[in-house]
Each structure stands twice: as C-alpha cells, then as structure tokens.
C-alpha cells in the first residue's frame, strides 16, 4: 500500500526534529535530514497498524472485511 504524509523538519541545535500533521502523535528525529525521516515514517506506521489493530477489535467475526484503495 502506498500512502503520503506531510513531514514536517525543522533544526533543533545539532539534530533534526520532524513531525507529521496528519498523523498526530507521530514524531521522528535524527542527526540527517534523511534519518529524520526514517525515523518519522517508521513512527507513523507504527501508529497507523496500532490504530487499524485496535479499531478491529471490536469488528463481529461474520462482518464484511473488505479493502477500500484511495488514490
């Protein structure tokens, strides 16, 4: 699945602090720009897979699961 988001980075002394507007909660930081990122895209899968996970909980076993794509 592909997915965009917003990263915002800003310096912060000697390191880099990003976070992501559409995902709040998610945050990433690193010495480079590019480990900023990384950091922030790992934490917002993190969180996006714990909401999906905790979302489904309570779905019934004979509910309909189906995939919706979003282009």
């Known amino acids: 699945m592909h997915n ?4 915002i980075i800003e310096r912060d002394g000697e390191w880099f602090i990003a976070y992501c ?12 720009i590019e480990e900023c990122r990384e950091n922030l895209a790992d934490a ?3 969180i ?3 909401r999906r996970d905790d979302a489904l909980r ?3 076993s004979d509910a309909l699961r189906e995939v919706v794509v979003v282009e």
């Open 4 to 7: 965009e988001f917003t990263a």
């Open 21 to 32: 507007p559409e995902v709040p909660g998610a945050n990433g930081q690193g010495r480079t």
């Open 44 to 46: 917002i899968a993190l």
């Open 48 to 50: 996006l897979e714990d």
């Open 58 to 60: 309570g779905v019934p």
